[in-house]
Structures are given as structure tokens and as C-alpha cells.
């Protein structure tokens, strides 16, 4: 009976060392599949912030490259208002009005001591209206300052 019951504490050893080894390896398998689940959903959501803000940049360089926009207000207000955003206003010496058959206003514009970003932005600001024609664009080095330029604009707004 003794040998019974030994052989039954055994087997009842053996029962829990194989149960308990059984649950470790389902647990661990649980872990790491759980782990690898998060990981995806984390590069899931990652992925879509990320199509998500391609989109936007889409909508903005659409919106801003197309040239759809058209310039309401007047010549002379837009040329004021571009100089105040670029902070150019001091280095613009004139805006004379001038006349013209193919446009409803043109201006002359003079600005001094420009630098190749102003330069740029400036060419952008106007590139942004459709309705807005350069007529003529010079720059001229400056001597004083070869990083400087002085830069003349015909433009006009049909």
C-alpha cells in the first residue's frame, strides 16, 4: 500500500511539474504574442499620424501651389501689407502707380538692401495671387555690399 501511495504521490508530482511547465509555456507564449500585438498596434498608430499629416501637407501644397487665390484688395494695399509681413518696409524707397492698358493697376516698386531670403520671399508673396502679372524684375548687385541687392518690380493686377 505504502509502494501505492508513493507511486501515486509520484505520479501526482509528475501530473504537477508537467501542469505547472504546461502553463509556463502558454503563459510566456501569451507574453510575447501580447508584446508583439502592442508593438503593432504602437507602428500601427504611428503609421496613421504620419498618412494622416502627409495628408495635410497634400491639402497645404495644393491649396498653396495652385495659384487660385486672387488678390481683392488694391495694388498699393497688398504692396503696403506684403512689406509690413516681411518686415521690408523701411527698405522699400518707392511705389509709384502707374498706368497701363492691359492691367486695372500697375505699379513701379523700388526696395533696397535686400538679401537673397527677402528676395525670395518676396517673389513668393506675389507668386500667390493669379491675378497678380511681373512685368519686369531686376536686381542689381549692391557695391557697398555684395551680399545686397537692389531689386525693381513692374507689376500689375488684372
Known amino acids: ?3 501505492l501511495f508513493n ?3 509520484e505520479t501526482l508530482l509528475y501530473f504537477i511539474i508537467a501542469g505547472g511547465a504546461v502553463f509556463l509555456l502558454f503563459y510566456w507564449t501569451h507574453l510575447f504574442f501580447q508584446s508583439k500585438i502592442e ?3 504602437n507602428e500601427t498608430e504611428t503609421v496613421q499620424e504620419k498618412v494622416i499629416e502627409a495628408e495635410q ?5 495644393r491649396s498653396g501651389g495652385s495659384r487660385e487665390s486672387r488678390l481683392d484688395s488694391g495694388l498699393l494695399t497688398f504692396v503696403q501689407n506684403m512689406g509690413k509681413s516681411l518686415n521690408i518696409e523701411n ?3 518707392s511705389v509709384k502707380p502707374k498706368s497701363s492698358s492691359q492691367f486695372n493697376e500697375a505699379v513701379t516698386l523700388k526696395i533696397e538692401n535686400l538679401n537673397l531670403n527677402e528676395i525670395l520671399n518676396i517673389i513668393q508673396q506675389i507668386d ?3 491675378n497678380l502679372i511681373v512685368t519686369s524684375l531686376s536686381l542689381d548687385k549692391r557695391y557697398d555690399n555684395p551680399g ?3 531689386m525693381a518690380i513692374d507689376m500689375g493686377k488684372q
Open 1 to 3: 500500500m505504502k509502494q
Open 7 to 9: 507511486n501515486n504521490r
Open 39 to 41: 508593438s503593432m498596434k
Open 57 to 61: 501637407l497634400l491639402k497645404l501644397i
Open 91 to 93: 527698405k522699400i524707397i
Open 128 to 130: 500667390k495671387y493669379s
Open 148 to 150: 545686397m541687392a537692389n
